[in-house]
Protein backbone atom coordinates (compact mmCIF):
# COMPACT_ATOMS: atom_id res chain seq x y z
CA UNK A 1 0.00 0.00 0.00
CA UNK A 2 1.00 3.79 -0.61
CA UNK A 3 1.98 5.47 2.64
CA UNK A 4 3.98 8.81 4.02
CA UNK A 5 6.69 6.77 5.95
CA UNK A 6 8.96 8.44 8.86
CA UNK A 7 12.27 6.73 9.17
CA UNK A 8 15.10 7.60 11.69
CA UNK A 9 18.59 7.17 10.39
CA UNK A 10 22.36 8.59 11.10
CA UNK A 11 21.33 11.81 9.15
CA UNK A 12 18.09 12.36 11.04
CA UNK A 13 15.14 11.95 10.50
CA UNK A 14 13.41 11.47 6.81
CA UNK A 15 9.58 10.92 5.23
CA UNK A 16 9.28 9.99 2.11
CA UNK A 17 5.96 8.56 0.12
CA UNK A 18 6.63 5.00 -0.62
CA UNK A 19 4.94 1.39 -0.98
CA UNK A 20 4.63 0.19 2.82
CA UNK A 21 4.04 -3.48 2.91
CA UNK A 22 0.80 -4.15 4.56
CA UNK A 23 2.19 -7.01 6.79
CA UNK A 24 3.60 -4.23 8.55
CA UNK A 25 0.10 -2.82 9.69
CA UNK A 26 0.19 -3.21 14.09
CA UNK A 27 -2.45 -4.76 15.99
CA UNK A 28 -5.90 -4.07 16.09
CA UNK A 29 -9.23 -5.75 15.98
CA UNK A 30 -10.43 -3.71 12.66
CA UNK A 31 -8.51 -2.70 9.51
CA UNK A 32 -9.55 0.34 7.45
CA UNK A 33 -9.50 1.09 4.24
CA UNK A 34 -8.51 5.07 4.32
CA UNK A 35 -10.76 7.28 1.81
CA UNK A 36 -9.83 10.54 3.87
CA UNK A 37 -7.08 12.25 5.97
CA UNK A 38 -6.39 16.04 7.18
CA UNK A 39 -3.43 17.76 8.53
CA UNK A 40 -3.36 19.15 12.07
CA UNK A 41 -0.44 21.31 13.34
CA UNK A 42 0.31 18.24 15.32
CA UNK A 43 0.74 16.37 11.81
CA UNK A 44 3.28 19.68 11.07
CA UNK A 45 5.59 18.90 14.06
CA UNK A 46 5.88 14.89 13.80
CA UNK A 47 5.86 15.76 9.58
CA UNK A 48 9.09 18.16 10.18
CA UNK A 49 10.12 16.39 13.09
CA UNK A 50 9.95 20.02 15.17
CA UNK A 51 8.46 18.23 18.22
CA UNK A 52 9.32 14.51 19.20
CA UNK A 53 5.42 13.59 18.36
CA UNK A 54 6.75 10.19 16.98
CA UNK A 55 8.24 7.65 19.42
CA UNK A 56 8.62 4.46 17.15
CA UNK A 57 10.43 4.31 13.43
CA UNK A 58 9.52 3.60 11.15
CA UNK A 59 6.03 5.46 11.54
CA UNK A 60 3.57 6.43 9.35
CA UNK A 61 2.04 9.47 10.60
CA UNK A 62 -1.28 11.05 10.24
CA UNK A 63 -3.71 11.85 13.56
CA UNK A 64 -6.94 11.64 11.40
CA UNK A 65 -9.20 9.19 8.82
CA UNK A 66 -12.34 8.43 7.88
CA UNK A 67 -12.73 5.39 5.96
CA UNK A 68 -14.67 2.20 5.57
CA UNK A 69 -13.97 -1.15 7.58
CA UNK A 70 -12.04 -3.95 5.29
CA UNK A 71 -11.91 -6.70 8.05
CA UNK A 72 -12.88 -6.69 11.70
CA UNK A 73 -12.98 -9.16 15.00
CA UNK A 74 -14.91 -7.34 16.48
CA UNK A 75 -18.40 -7.12 17.47
CA UNK A 76 -18.63 -3.31 17.13
CA UNK A 77 -17.48 -3.34 13.85
CA UNK A 78 -18.18 -5.28 10.51
CA UNK A 79 -16.85 -5.06 6.91
CA UNK A 80 -18.37 -2.02 5.37
CA UNK A 81 -18.93 -0.13 8.56
CA UNK A 82 -18.11 3.76 7.59
CA UNK A 83 -16.05 4.83 10.62
CA UNK A 84 -13.36 7.45 11.60
CA UNK A 85 -10.58 8.21 13.68
CA UNK A 86 -8.85 11.13 15.86
CA UNK A 87 -5.71 10.13 17.91
CA UNK A 88 -5.34 7.51 20.33
CA UNK A 89 -1.67 7.45 20.37
CA UNK A 90 -1.27 7.32 16.18
CA UNK A 91 1.83 8.81 14.61
CA UNK A 92 2.87 8.56 17.85
CA UNK A 93 3.21 5.26 18.88
CA UNK A 94 1.20 3.64 16.15
CA UNK A 95 1.41 3.31 12.55
CA UNK A 96 -1.57 6.37 11.57
CA UNK A 97 -3.53 7.97 8.53
CA UNK A 98 -1.24 8.67 5.89
CA UNK A 99 -1.79 5.02 4.49
CA UNK A 100 -4.64 3.58 2.32
CA UNK A 101 -4.68 0.95 5.20
CA UNK A 102 -4.98 1.05 8.84
CA UNK A 103 -5.32 -1.32 11.24
CA UNK A 104 -6.59 0.55 14.63
CA UNK A 105 -8.15 -0.83 17.69
CA UNK A 106 -11.92 -1.11 18.00
CA UNK A 107 -12.34 0.88 21.06
CA UNK A 108 -10.62 3.60 19.07
CA UNK A 109 -12.78 4.07 16.48
CA UNK A 110 -16.24 6.62 16.35
CA UNK A 111 -18.97 5.31 13.64
CA UNK A 112 -19.48 8.33 10.59
CA UNK A 113 -22.01 10.25 12.39
CA UNK A 114 -24.80 10.51 10.29
CA UNK A 115 -25.93 13.33 8.10
CA UNK A 116 -21.78 13.95 7.53
CA UNK A 117 -19.40 12.76 4.53
CA UNK A 118 -15.78 10.82 5.42
CA UNK A 119 -14.66 14.28 3.67
CA UNK A 120 -16.85 16.26 5.48
CA UNK A 121 -15.72 14.30 9.29
CA UNK A 122 -11.70 15.30 7.86
CA UNK A 123 -12.34 18.76 6.91
CA UNK A 124 -13.87 18.72 10.55
CA UNK A 125 -10.65 16.78 11.75
CA UNK A 126 -9.12 16.84 14.86
CA UNK A 127 -8.93 20.58 14.64
CA UNK A 128 -12.48 20.50 14.59
CA UNK A 129 -13.61 17.69 17.20
CA UNK A 130 -10.85 19.79 19.81
CA UNK A 131 -13.24 23.27 18.99
CA UNK A 132 -16.28 21.57 19.69
CA UNK A 133 -14.70 20.21 22.87
CA UNK A 134 -13.90 23.47 23.86
CA UNK A 135 -17.21 24.62 23.15
CA UNK A 136 -18.64 21.78 25.35
CA UNK A 137 -16.43 23.10 28.06
CA UNK A 138 -17.31 26.43 28.20
CA UNK A 139 -21.10 25.62 28.37
CA UNK A 140 -20.06 22.73 31.12
CA UNK A 141 -18.17 25.96 33.46
CA UNK A 142 -21.77 27.48 32.64
CA UNK A 143 -20.99 30.85 30.71
CA UNK A 144 -23.54 31.52 27.95
CA UNK A 145 -23.95 33.93 24.95
CA UNK A 146 -25.68 36.53 27.30
CA UNK A 147 -22.76 37.03 29.57
CA UNK A 148 -20.46 38.36 26.72
CA UNK A 149 -18.61 38.06 23.83
CA UNK A 150 -16.27 35.10 23.02
CA UNK A 151 -12.77 35.89 21.60
CA UNK A 152 -10.94 32.73 19.27
CA UNK A 153 -7.44 33.08 19.18
CA UNK A 154 -5.15 31.41 15.87
CA UNK A 155 -8.89 32.48 14.06
CA UNK A 156 -7.63 31.34 10.56
CA UNK A 157 -6.32 27.96 11.41
CA UNK A 158 -8.09 25.05 11.95
CA UNK A 159 -9.24 25.03 15.66
CA UNK A 160 -10.17 28.72 15.19
CA UNK A 161 -12.11 28.41 12.19
CA UNK A 162 -13.98 25.72 13.41
CA UNK A 163 -14.73 27.30 17.02
CA UNK A 164 -15.83 30.67 15.14
CA UNK A 165 -18.66 28.74 13.21
CA UNK A 166 -19.94 26.70 15.78
CA UNK A 167 -19.85 29.62 18.37
CA UNK A 168 -21.45 32.00 15.99
CA UNK A 169 -23.96 29.42 15.21
CA UNK A 170 -24.76 29.31 19.11
CA UNK A 171 -25.56 32.29 19.20
CA UNK A 172 -22.07 34.29 20.38
CA UNK A 173 -21.11 37.24 19.35
CA UNK A 174 -17.36 36.11 18.59
CA UNK A 175 -14.34 38.43 18.55
CA UNK A 176 -11.46 36.78 16.27
CA UNK A 177 -7.71 37.50 16.94
CA UNK A 178 -5.67 37.18 13.61
CA UNK A 179 -2.35 37.90 12.46
CA UNK A 180 -4.14 37.37 9.13
CA UNK A 181 -6.27 40.44 8.59
CA UNK A 182 -6.38 40.69 5.22
CA UNK A 183 -8.62 36.95 6.12
CA UNK A 184 -10.94 39.36 7.81
CA UNK A 185 -13.73 38.86 4.85
CA UNK A 186 -13.18 34.96 5.23
CA UNK A 187 -13.29 35.37 9.24
CA UNK A 188 -16.58 37.85 9.32
CA UNK A 189 -18.27 35.18 6.65
CA UNK A 190 -17.64 31.99 9.34
CA UNK A 191 -19.22 34.19 11.77
CA UNK A 192 -17.34 36.38 13.58
CA UNK A 193 -18.61 39.70 14.42
CA UNK A 194 -15.64 41.61 15.16
CA UNK A 195 -12.16 40.86 14.32
CA UNK A 196 -8.85 42.08 15.85
CA UNK A 197 -5.32 41.67 14.92
CA UNK A 198 -3.16 39.36 17.35
CA UNK A 199 -0.92 42.04 18.19
CA UNK A 200 -3.20 43.26 20.23
CA UNK A 201 -2.83 40.03 22.77
CA UNK A 202 0.69 39.17 22.22
CA UNK A 203 2.42 41.78 24.00
CA UNK A 204 3.54 41.18 27.56
CA UNK A 205 0.84 40.88 29.81
CA UNK A 206 -0.03 42.50 32.74
CA UNK A 207 -1.60 40.39 35.68
CA UNK A 208 -5.25 42.31 35.11
CA UNK A 209 -6.55 43.85 32.16
CA UNK A 210 -9.99 45.65 31.23
CA UNK A 211 -12.85 43.16 30.79
CA UNK A 212 -13.23 42.49 27.06
CA UNK A 213 -15.07 38.93 27.17
CA UNK A 214 -16.68 36.13 29.02
CA UNK A 215 -15.65 33.58 27.14
CA UNK A 216 -12.61 32.36 24.98
CA UNK A 217 -11.13 29.51 22.90
CA UNK A 218 -6.74 29.85 22.57
CA UNK A 219 -5.20 27.57 20.31
CA UNK A 220 -2.15 29.92 20.41
CA UNK A 221 -0.86 29.89 24.48
CA UNK A 222 2.22 31.85 25.68
CA UNK A 223 1.17 35.67 25.56
CA UNK A 224 -1.74 35.28 23.60
CA UNK A 225 -3.36 32.92 26.88
CA UNK A 226 -2.18 35.28 29.30
CA UNK A 227 -2.99 38.59 28.06
CA UNK A 228 -6.57 36.51 27.29
CA UNK A 229 -7.31 35.78 30.84
CA UNK A 230 -6.55 39.09 32.21
CA UNK A 231 -8.80 40.27 29.70
CA UNK A 232 -11.39 37.81 30.34
CA UNK A 233 -14.66 39.08 32.62
CA UNK A 234 -15.77 38.30 36.16
CA UNK A 235 -16.68 34.74 36.01
CA UNK A 236 -15.41 33.76 32.33
CA UNK A 237 -14.14 30.77 31.17
CA UNK A 238 -10.86 30.07 28.88
CA UNK A 239 -10.67 26.91 26.94
CA UNK A 240 -6.73 26.26 26.20
CA UNK A 241 -6.38 23.89 23.19
CA UNK A 242 -3.25 24.95 21.46
CA UNK A 243 0.57 26.03 21.66
CA UNK A 244 0.66 27.74 18.04
CA UNK A 245 2.45 30.62 19.69
CA UNK A 246 4.20 29.05 22.30
CA UNK A 247 4.05 26.54 25.32
CA UNK A 248 4.47 28.77 27.89
CA UNK A 249 1.90 30.59 30.39
CA UNK A 250 3.30 33.66 31.61
CA UNK A 251 0.46 34.60 33.74
CA UNK A 252 -0.70 35.27 37.58
CA UNK A 253 -2.90 34.07 39.82
CA UNK A 254 -5.14 37.39 39.36
CA UNK A 255 -7.52 36.53 37.08
CA UNK A 256 -8.35 33.55 38.82
CA UNK A 257 -8.35 35.06 42.51
CA UNK A 258 -9.70 38.47 41.52
CA UNK A 259 -12.44 37.30 38.66
CA UNK A 260 -12.96 33.72 39.69
CA UNK A 261 -11.75 33.30 35.99
CA UNK A 262 -11.36 29.54 34.87
CA UNK A 263 -8.67 27.83 32.99
CA UNK A 264 -10.48 25.11 30.97
CA UNK A 265 -7.42 22.52 29.81
CA UNK A 266 -8.87 20.61 26.59
CA UNK A 267 -7.04 17.11 25.12
CA UNK A 268 -8.53 15.50 22.61
CA UNK A 269 -6.20 12.24 21.84
CA UNK A 270 -6.97 9.84 24.78
CA UNK A 271 -10.50 11.93 25.45
CA UNK A 272 -12.93 9.57 26.78
CA UNK A 273 -15.17 8.02 24.19
CA UNK A 274 -18.72 9.15 25.63
CA UNK A 275 -17.56 12.62 25.32
CA UNK A 276 -15.73 12.08 22.17
CA UNK A 277 -18.83 10.50 21.04
CA UNK A 278 -20.87 13.43 22.45
CA UNK A 279 -18.97 15.92 20.25
CA UNK A 280 -19.12 14.14 17.06
CA UNK A 281 -22.70 13.89 17.70
CA UNK A 282 -23.51 17.52 18.36
CA UNK A 283 -20.57 18.67 14.83
CA UNK A 284 -22.69 16.20 13.22
CA UNK A 285 -26.22 18.47 14.36
CA UNK A 286 -24.47 22.18 14.73
CA UNK A 287 -21.73 22.93 12.52
CA UNK A 288 -23.16 24.63 9.24
CA UNK A 289 -21.79 22.55 6.53
CA UNK A 290 -21.64 25.39 3.72
CA UNK A 291 -19.65 27.38 6.14
CA UNK A 292 -17.03 24.41 6.11
CA UNK A 293 -17.24 23.77 2.87
CA UNK A 294 -15.42 27.57 2.91
CA UNK A 295 -13.12 26.19 5.14
CA UNK A 296 -11.41 23.06 2.89
CA UNK A 297 -8.35 23.07 0.66
CA UNK A 298 -8.18 19.67 -0.76
CA UNK A 299 -5.00 17.48 -1.73
CA UNK A 300 -3.64 14.18 -2.48
CA UNK A 301 -1.21 12.34 -0.34
CA UNK A 302 1.89 13.52 -2.46
CA UNK A 303 1.47 17.33 -1.46
CA UNK A 304 0.75 16.55 2.80
CA UNK A 305 5.18 15.99 3.42
CA UNK A 306 5.55 19.94 1.55
CA UNK A 307 2.40 20.97 3.72
CA UNK A 308 4.21 19.96 7.15
CA UNK A 309 6.17 23.33 7.30
CA UNK A 310 3.63 25.48 6.06
CA UNK A 311 1.22 24.63 8.76
CA UNK A 312 3.53 25.24 11.57
CA UNK A 313 4.07 28.80 9.98
CA UNK A 314 0.88 29.27 10.25
CA UNK A 315 0.66 29.47 6.37
CA UNK A 316 -3.06 27.10 5.98
CA UNK A 317 -6.06 28.78 6.13
CA UNK A 318 -8.76 26.65 7.47
CA UNK A 319 -8.88 23.07 7.00
CA UNK A 320 -6.92 20.51 4.51
CA UNK A 321 -8.54 17.75 3.61
CA UNK A 322 -6.14 14.49 2.46
CA UNK A 323 -7.89 12.64 -0.42
CA UNK A 324 -6.15 8.95 -0.03
CA UNK A 325 -8.39 6.31 -1.44
P1 LIG B 1 -3.31 25.82 12.60
O1 LIG B 1 -1.90 26.01 12.16
O2 LIG B 1 -4.34 25.50 11.58
O3 LIG B 1 -3.79 27.13 13.39
C1 LIG B 1 -2.95 27.78 14.29
C2 LIG B 1 -3.16 29.28 14.14
O4 LIG B 1 -2.50 29.94 15.21
C3 LIG B 1 -2.54 29.86 12.89
O5 LIG B 1 -3.37 29.72 11.76
C4 LIG B 1 -2.37 31.31 13.29
O6 LIG B 1 -3.65 31.95 13.20
C5 LIG B 1 -2.04 31.20 14.78
N1 LIG B 1 -0.59 31.27 15.01
C6 LIG B 1 0.37 30.51 14.42
N2 LIG B 1 1.58 30.86 14.89
C7 LIG B 1 1.38 31.85 15.79
C8 LIG B 1 2.23 32.62 16.62
N3 LIG B 1 3.56 32.43 16.61
N4 LIG B 1 1.67 33.54 17.44
C9 LIG B 1 0.35 33.74 17.45
N5 LIG B 1 -0.52 33.04 16.69
C10 LIG B 1 -0.02 32.11 15.88
O7 LIG B 1 -3.28 24.70 13.72
P2 LIG B 1 -4.51 23.88 14.37
O8 LIG B 1 -5.71 24.72 14.34
O9 LIG B 1 -4.52 22.51 13.82
O10 LIG B 1 -4.01 23.76 15.87
C11 LIG B 1 -3.93 24.93 16.68
C12 LIG B 1 -3.25 24.59 17.99
O11 LIG B 1 -4.08 23.75 18.75
C13 LIG B 1 -1.91 23.88 17.85
O12 LIG B 1 -1.02 24.35 18.83
C14 LIG B 1 -2.27 22.44 18.11
O13 LIG B 1 -1.17 21.71 18.59
C15 LIG B 1 -3.35 22.60 19.15
N6 LIG B 1 -4.27 21.46 19.21
C16 LIG B 1 -4.44 20.87 20.42
C17 LIG B 1 -5.30 19.83 20.57
C18 LIG B 1 -5.55 19.28 21.92
O14 LIG B 1 -5.94 18.13 22.04
N7 LIG B 1 -5.37 20.08 22.95
C19 LIG B 1 -5.98 19.26 19.40
C20 LIG B 1 -5.82 20.02 18.19
C21 LIG B 1 -4.95 21.07 18.10
P3 LIG B 1 -3.81 33.43 12.57
O15 LIG B 1 -3.12 33.39 11.24
O16 LIG B 1 -5.29 33.61 12.48
O17 LIG B 1 -3.16 34.37 13.54
Not at 234 to 239: I, K, L, N, T
Request: charged residues 20%.
Amino acid sequence: MKAIVIEKGDAGQTVTLKDFPESELMDGEVTVRVSHSTINYKDGLALTGAAPIVRRFPMIPGIDFAGVVESSTSDAYKPGDAVLLNGWGTSETHLGAYAEKSRVKADWLVPLPEGLTPRQAMAIGTAGYTAMLSVMAIEAAGVRPSDGPVVVTGAAGGVGSVAIALLAGAGWHVIASTGRTEEAGYLKDLGAAEVIHRDELSATPRPIGNERWAAAVDSVGSNTLANVLAMTKYDGAVAACGLAGGMDLPTSVAPFILRGVKLLGIESVHCPRPRRFEAWRRLAKELDLAKLEAMITTVGLDQVIDLGPQILAGKVRGRVVVEIG
